[in-house]
């Protein structure tokens, strides 16, 4: 089986975009700027700070799936929905890649992720268990097997933006 899948399913990139890029994110070191949390533990953080960071990672994912005050009643909760009739789900969030920070580590996830590139460039690309994978359509739902070793590229010179979510 191909660690990255492209589904059926397909969305209003322009509009995620557009919610995206609504989320102002203080610029301060204390906040991570490459990720916006969709949902959380408790439906209320928005902002990943280096401590909500810290507390997410310990927290187990199925306990990330209360929609962010934020997304509610907005079509980013409709997306979510909707892939919710087929897919159980949970820790969505938004990803960015920019020139300044190109690439995550090299690991491996406890469950599933589904993708929906938003903003792409022809120099974006997934290594899984080191062979080169690309995800570029905007829009497309795609699974992906990040229980396997996996890391993002942007070796381009615009952002890479993904709606992620988990799922199992």
């Keep these: 089986m191909q660690p990255i899948k492209k589904t059926k399913l397909k969305f209003d990139f322009r509009e995620l975009l557009i919610k995206y890029n609504s989320v102002e994110i203080p610029k301060d070191v204390t906040y ?94 997934f290594i899984i268990e080191k062979q080169l994978y690309e995800m570029n359509q905007p829009g497309v739902l795609y699974e992906m097997d990040t229980t396997q070793y996996h890391t993002a590229l942007n070796l381009g010179w615009t952002d890479r933006v993904h709606m992620v979510g988990a799922y199992s």
């Excluded at 810290?54 to 907005?74: A, G, Q, S, V």
């Excluded at 929905?81 to 789900?89: C, G, S």
């Design 32 to 125: 991570d700027q490459n990720q916006i949390a969709i949902t959380s533990f408790d439906g209320k953080n928005v902002m990943v700070d280096n401590k909500f960071n810290e507390d997410y990672k310990r927290i187990p994912e199925i306990d990330l799936n209360l929609m962010n005050e934020w997304f509610k009643d907005t079509y980013v909760e409709e997306v979510i929905h909707t892939i919710n009739k087929t897919y159980n789900t949970t820790k969505w969030r938004f990803m960015r890649l920019s020139s300044e920070r190109r690439a995550y580590s090299y690991h491996k996830d406890e469950t599933k992720r589904l993708h929906i590139p938003l903003l792409t460039n022809d120099e974006c690309m």
